[in-house]
């Protein structure tokens, strides 16, 4: 199995920025996809970023696309989540998750995804 573990979340005032991060631990963690998606009070589980194995291809839902970068470093088994301009409507508990098999591509489906963090709060003040 892969544990992974979110950091980097807090309260920010509107146009702030942040950065999570996801620690992985278990498997070789560069052989899997991994995503980013967030749940807000009251909504279900939306999909946020994700990335392939290597890093190279990356996709974000359009509602965060220009202003969140989603990255990894494999020799740290970390993936990240850099949110700049953030908005009221981004407040939501933020979750990585890894996908199986290795060498998969990402995906924007949480059910694509077999392993996730315990999740991080961010919370956006108008």
């Known amino acids: 199995q892969v544990r992974l573990v979110e950091s980097g979340g807090g309260l920010v005032q509107t146009g702030g920025s942040l950065r999570l991060s996801c620690a992985a631990s278990?498997?070789?963690?560069?052989?899997?996809?991994m995503g980013w998606f967030r749940q807000a009070p009251g909504k279900e589980r939306e999909f946020v970023a994700t990335?392939?194995?290597?890093?190279?291809?990356?996709r974000y839902a359009d509602s965060v696309k220009g202003r969140f970068t989603i990255s990894r470093d494999n020799a740290k088994s970390t993936v990240y989540l850099q949110m700049n301009s953030l908005k009221p409507e981004d407040t939501a508990v933020y979750y990585c998750?890894?996908?199986?098999?290795?060498?998969?591509?990402?995906?924007?489906?949480?059910?694509?995804?077999?392993?996730w963090g315990q999740g991080t709060q961010v919370t956006v003040s108008s």
């Open positions: 990335i392939n194995w290597s890093g190279g291809i990356t």
């Open positions: 278990g498997r070789t963690f560069n052989s899997y996809a």
């Open positions: 998750a890894v996908r199986f098999p290795a060498y998969s591509s990402g995906s924007s489906r949480a059910a694509d995804f077999g392993s």
